[in-house]
């Protein structure tokens, strides 16, 4: 089971830090996703990262703007945002899949949390 947290309202250009925790022992073996969907619109990849940490994907929209990190002693995978932008708006979901691959698709993943909405607005 995956819960996701801190969304919130920021003004553009600044920063939010995401949180998933999981629950269960085998959260080191799942890749981890980041998803969005804003209203209107398919949901989308964000960035994923494998089950050690030591493998990273960023969607070309967030590159070097979003930072997908884990903590796998406390079961949990973060998504830093950084220089937020108003079309980053979306309700932001985790996702997770038993893999040693990078899924980069929402269909790919069997385990999902229940989103946060990050709106970016003045």
């Known amino acids: 089971q995956l819960q996701a947290s801190g969304g919130g309202l920021v003004q553009p250009g600044g920063s939010l830090r995401l949180s998933c925790a999981a629950s269960?022992?085998?959260?080191?073996?799942?890749?981890m996703g980041w998803f969005r969907q804003a209203p209107g619109k398919e949901r989308e990849f964000v960035a994923v990262?494998?089950?050690?940490?030591?493998?990273?994907y960023y969607a070309d929209s967030v590159k070097g703007r979003f930072t997908i990190s884990r903590d796998n002693a406390k079961n949990t995978v973060y998504l830093q945002m950084r220089s937020l932008k108003p079309e980053d708006t979306a309700v932001y979901y985790c996702?997770?899949?038993?893999?040693?691959?990078?899924?980069?698709?929402?269909?790919?993943?069997?385990?999902w949390g229940q989103g946060t909405q990050v709106t970016v607005s003045s």
């Open positions: 990262i494998n089950w050690s940490g030591g493998n990273t």
């Open positions: 996702a997770g899949k038993p893999s040693a691959l990078l899924p980069t698709t929402s269909r790919a993943y069997d385990s």
């Open positions: 269960g022992r085998t959260f080191s073996l799942y890749a």
